[in-house]
Nanobody
Framework: QVQLVESGGGLVQPGGSLRLSCAASGRTFTMAWFRQAPGKERRFVAIITWNGDKTYYADSVKGRFTISRDNGKKSVYLQMNSLNPEDTAVYYC?????????????????WGQGTQVTVSS
């Protein structure tokens, strides 16, 4: 069983930046960030392959968010720039036991507890 622990959420003004971190307790392959706004389903934000050679982004965050990972530290990161109120959500780190690329929640075996990101003036 792999545990994931997120950190880095908070309150930020529109146009600001945040960096989310997720530390894993064991080895993982494909990793991703999802987010869930109140009353909405959990949706993928960004995905990174096991060796970091490929990344994928939801259209809504392309050009503003960057996913990266450090396998030596068993960590994945999400740099979020030019934040706007529509980015407000609970952000979840997810990890798969597979090297496949999945944009939906069933593709992931492990989930963090979530970290709140609020974009507001």
């Amino acid at each position: 069983q792999v545990q994931l622990v997120e950190s880095g959420g908070g309150l930020v003004q529109p146009g600001g930046s945040l960096r989310l971190s997720c530390a894993a307790s064991g080895r993982t392959f494909t990793m991703a960030w999802f987010r869930q706004a109140p009353g909405k389903e959990r949706r993928f934000v960004a995905i990174i392959t096991w060796n970091g050679d490929k990344t994928y982004y939801a259209d809504s965050v392309k050009g503003r968010f960057t996913i990266s990972r450090d396998n030596g530290k068993k960590s994945v990161y999400l740099q979020m720039n030019s934040l706007n109120p529509e980015d407000t959500a609970v952000y979840y780190c997810a990890a798969s036991r597979s090297i496949g690329v999945f944009t939906t929640t069933p593709g992931y075996d492990y989930w963090g507890q979530g970290t709140q990101v609020t974009v507001s003036s």
